[in-house]
């Protein structure tokens, strides 16, 4: 077992602020998919459906990574997949990917997860997973340094999502919720905003992830959604390359305002609720509690924690 550190108490306490911002964003997109929230949301972000609003399998992953760092304040591998196979046992019904269904019920039956994982997704997955869970990480090692963020992300992702696109989606993810606490007194400067595409780009490893990211620092902030995704992507394909710089480039560009990014996420289809999961995690930690509606927060399923 490992010791905790001093602060551990401090760090859950920004891992449950990161999940309140990624559950929020992941059961309020997820409504967007079923009912015309989706046109009430852009004319007017109260006027959305009436809670509770259920969480969906981003949330309930999420809960599993902040499980593990409350148990261990680490990310040991072997606990971590024992606890997303029970979360998925618990509760199957989530929205978990096809593949999810296939290496979480493996896992759950005694499989080993470095076999179920090559099984299920020889060569890796690259699917979006390893990015829309890892707010409460980013938070807890919010204050390490980079490279321990870095490397934190690494194992969280290697469970399930050890292609290096994977991999390299949940790093960018993560340095992305660090910086936005790190910056958070600051979070309305425009280079500070700007800066948050530096810091990512340089903790993420190459590969597509990170060319999308490139690309993505490179569109104004002041282009339309229906702009930027064509470029970018939307998460439509599902995976990493698709779903982190487009997620990126709204939470930098709205990193103040956790409404407008989640709005705006909203509005750029795909894979919402984790496009919104993943962004709402992430400026969350910019903007604390206080930035996340709260008629939103009472519309949420409850979280148990
Ligand atoms: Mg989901």
């Not at 020889?122 to 490279?147: K, T, V």
């Not at 948050?196 to 990211?213: M, N, S």
């Amino acid at each position: 077992m490992n010791t905790l550190p001093p602060d551990h108490t401090g760090r859950m306490a920004r891992a449950a602020l990161a999940l309140d911002g990624l559950s929020v964003g992941d059961a309020l997109g997820e409504t967007c998919f079923r009912t015309h929230n989706w046109e009430a949301v852009q004319e007017d972000p109260r006027a959305t459906t009436r809670g509770p609003w259920p969480f969906t399998d981003d949330t309930v992953m999420a809960l599993g990574i902040y499980e593990v760092l409350y148990e261990y304040g680490t990310i040991d591998q072997d606990r971590l997949a024992r606890v997303f196979a029970a979360r998925y046992k618990a509760q199957p019904w989530r929205g978990y990917g096809a593949g999810a269904h296939r290496l979480l019920d493996q896992i759950g039956n005694g499989i080993d997860w470095r076999n179920a994982a090559e099984c299920v997704f020889p060569g890796g997955s690259y699917g979006n997973g390893s990015a829309m869970r890892i707010a409460p990480l980013a938070a807890y090692f919010a204050e390490a340094d980079y490279s321990e963020i870095a490397h934190q992300a690494r194992l969280s992702a290697g469970v399930t999502h050890a292609h290096a696109e994977g991999l390299a989606g949940a790093v960018a993810t993560a340095i992305a919720g660090a910086y936005a606490w790190r910056n958070r007194d600051r979070r309305a400067d425009e280079t500070v905003k700007r800066g948050l595409f530096d810091e990512v780009l340089a903790h993420t490893p190459r590969g597509d992830v990170k060319k999308g990211i490139e690309h993505a620092a490179l569109l104004d902030f002041s282009l339309s959604i229906e702009t930027v995704v064509p470029l970018i992507g939307n998460g439509r394909r599902i995976s990493c390359q698709d779903t982190v710089p487009f997620c990126l480039w709204v939470a930098a560009n709205h990193l103040d305002d956790y409404q407008t990014a989640i709005v705006r996420t909203i509005r750029g289809g795909g894979d919402i609720d984790t496009n919104a999961a993943i962004v709402g995690g992430i400026v969350a930690l910019a903007t604390g509690r206080e930035g996340v509606p709260r008629d939103w927060l009472a519309d949420r399923e409850e979280l148990v924690i």
